[in-house]
Structures are given as structure tokens and as C-alpha cells.
């Protein structure tokens, strides 16, 4: 695992605008912008908000106005829709109206199952997000998209709904395990592969601005999905497969750094980059120590079922794939194809 870049000392955090007119909201970036919640509570108007944390007391920040803190656990296995509504009820037993707010402090999973709870109840109510994890910070938390997982696949049943703001701290990332690092380096390594650069060795603050950054300017082109958006699923179509094929076993970026090797092949295999393309990926992901390999026992026939079921998935098995004139959604995939690739890892 390689070790994280510190940051370096800054007075002011980063600042990404996400440009959707007016629904343009900032994304700040740094040690404590935690503690410019009420500031930004205040900027909205709400009067009284809800905080969803998955966080404990003392990282879960006070917004300034009278709230109530509603404890909720990270993780797949509670983003379903029993989730959503047992928010939605907390909101109104609170007697939350369109003009609060909804606060969530937590991983990916957290900021999309509040995402998706703030845009449902009364048709949608203002939300601002506090990714605490690098995956979140890095990609949940920004661009709109709210979803929750069915039996049938993952994030199938969601809205699209812009936060009015976004608060990465820094601080926060000296919490995670491990683990949870090599789980947002998964986005970060994929992110090399559609316009974000080489960002390894990077101090950490770096890389989530600039990941950051690449997502707002894809999203401010394409906020829902109908063309350039596409790119930011690179690796996701057999990410998501691998995440349901071992039950999350695989967290999300684990399972997107397995997935981005895997579109290089496959690009490869179709004839759409040459052999050191391919092996790009590979060095890529590998150099942030994630895994390149599928993991042992899980079964082509399932994942190659998953992958149909994926929402790009409108014309056969589709998946976003490098290419001579860059990345781009390709549809009717030959399934051949696909197994040709997975076979190879």
C-alpha cells in the first residue's frame, strides 16, 4: 500500500465551482472546512437542519442553527430504499420544510443514500454534503447523482440532485483505515484515464482537487448522463458486476481499479489501443496498490449477467473504453469480446 502524500500547510482551501447556473454550488478543499459549515448553512437561508452522520460526536460538525442528529452506518448493505425512508420519516418527525436543509457527514455510501433522501422528501430540500472519506471526496460527493442498491444490481433506483455545497476536509482522511485509502485511490487511478492526469505522488489534497475539478467540468457539460458523462463510469461496468458478485466484499474503488485494468484489455482486445495503452492501466493501478487481478472463485457467466443488467447497458453489453479518438461509451460489446479480457486477468 502506498503511503498517502501529506498536504501542505495552506491558509485557504481549494475552491472547484461546479458551473450549473443557478445551481452552481463550490466545492472547498483542505484541513478543517469542516468548521465553515454554518457559514455555508447560513448562505442557503435554512433555518434549522437535519445532520445524517456516519461519524461520531466529535466529527460531526454543528451547523449553527437548531438541528437533529440522525446516526446512520456506511457501508452497501444499509443503501437500499428501507434506508431512504426511514430518513425521510426522521426529516418529518423533525418537521424539516423546503426551506432547511439536510447535512451528510460520511462515506460514498452516506452522501448517496441522504443525496437520494433529500431529493425525494417534499420533492427536494437543499443538502450539503461532508464527504469523511476519500472515495467521497474524490467523486460521491459531487455531480448530483443519488442512488441506492436493488437485489437486481447496484444503483438502479436514484435522482439526480446538486448539494449546495461541498465540504472535503482533509482532516477527516487521518481517521480512515487502510483500507479505505486503496478504496479511493480506485477512483483516482481511473480518473488518469479520462482528462485527470497522472496524479500519483501527489500531495492528497492535489489529487482530490483535481479529481474533483475533471468531475465539474464533465458534469457542468453533461449533468445528466446524455453524452460526455458516460467517461466518468470508466472501470464502473465490471466494478459494480464484482461488487454484487462477492456481496461488497470488494469495496467500490477496489472493485473500479479492477475494472479499469480490465477496460484496458478489453479496448485492447477490440483493437482500440495498442499494447502499451494496455499496459498503462495496469502500471496505473497497480502503482496506487490496488489489485489488477479478479479475485478467486468469482464466476464470468454471473459477472457477464451483472454487466447486462448495468444502466449503460440500453444496446448489449456496453462499457466506456479508451480509444484512437479517446474515451467513449461503446454499445453492442461482442460478449466474446468480454470474455477474451476476462480470461486474461
Given at each position: 500500500m502506498r503511503a498517502p502524500v501529506p498536504d501542505r500547510p495552506a491558509s485557504e482551501p481549494a475552491r472547484v465551482e461546479v458551473a450549473l447556473g443557478e445551481r452552481s454550488y463550490p466545492v472547498l478543499i483542505g484541513p478543517g472546512v469542516r468548521h465553515r459549515l454554518p457559514a455555508e448553512v447560513a448562505r442557503i437561508g435554512a433555518q434549522r437542519v437535519v445532520v445524517v452522520s456516519a461519524r461520531p460526536p466529535e466529527w460531526t460538525p454543528d451547523p449553527g442553527v437548531p438541528h437533529r442528529v440522525v446516526p446512520v452506518r456506511d457501508g452497501e448493505h444499509d443503501k437500499n430504499l428501507t434506508t431512504v425512508e426511514q430518513l425521510c420519516r426522521a426529516f418529518a418527525e423533525f418537521g424539516l420544510t423546503r426551506t432547511d436543509a439536510v447535512v451528510s457527514c460520511g462515506g460514498g455510501t452516506t452522501t448517496d443514500v441522504v443525496g437520494l433522501a433529500a431529493g425525494l422528501y417534499h420533492r427536494g430540500v437543499p443538502v450539503i454534503h461532508l464527504p469523511t472519506s476519500l472515495l467521497a471526496q474524490v467523486d460521491a460527493s459531487v455531480g448530483g447523482k443519488t442512488?441506492?442498491?436493488?437485489?437486481?444490481?447496484?444503483?438502479?433506483?436514484?435522482?439526480?440532485?446538486?448539494?449546495r455545497a461541498v465540504l472535503c476536509d482533509t482532516e477527516h482522511l487521518g481517521t480512515l483505515p487502510q483500507r479505505e485509502w486503496r478504496n479511493g485511490y480506485g477512483e483516482i487511478a481511473r480518473a488518469h484515464f479520462i482528462g485527470a492526469g497522472d496524479l500519483r505522488d501527489r500531495p492528497v489534497a492535489e489529487q482530490i482537487a483535481a479529481s474533483v475539478a475533471l468531475k465539474a467540468r464533465v458534469v457542468a457539460a453533461d449533468e445528466r448522463d446524455s453524452g460526455l458523462r458516460h467517461i466518468l463510469n470508466y472501470g464502473h461496468t465490471l466494478g459494480h458486476a464484482l461488487e454484487r458478485a462477492t456481496d461488497f466484499g470488494l469495496r467500490h474503488g477496489e472493485a473500479v481499479g479492477v475494472g479499469t485494468v480490465f477496460a484496458g484489455r478489453l479496448a485492447g482486445v477490440l483493437g482500440r489501443v495498442p499494447a502499451d495503452r494496455v499496459a498503462e492501466h495496469h502500471d496505473v493501478v497497480a502503482g496506487y496498490g490496488l489489485d489488477t487481478t479478479l479475485p478467486a472463485g468469482v464466476d464470468h457467466d454471473e459477472l457477464i449477467?451483472?454487466?447486462?443488467?448495468?444502466?449503460?447497458?440500453?444496446?448489449?453489453?456496453?462499457?466506456?473504453?479508451d480509444g484512437p479518438g479517446g474515451v467513449e461509451l461503446v454499445a453492442r460489446v461482442p460478449e466474446a469480446a468480454v470474455r477474451t479480457a476476462l480470461s486474461g486477468m
Open positions: 442512488a441506492v442498491n436493488l437485489p437486481e444490481g447496484k444503483n438502479l433506483v436514484g435522482v439526480y440532485w446538486q448539494p449477467a451483472l454487466m447486462r443488467r448495468d444502466k449503460k447497458a440500453t444496446s448489449g453489453l456496453s462499457f466506456v473504453l
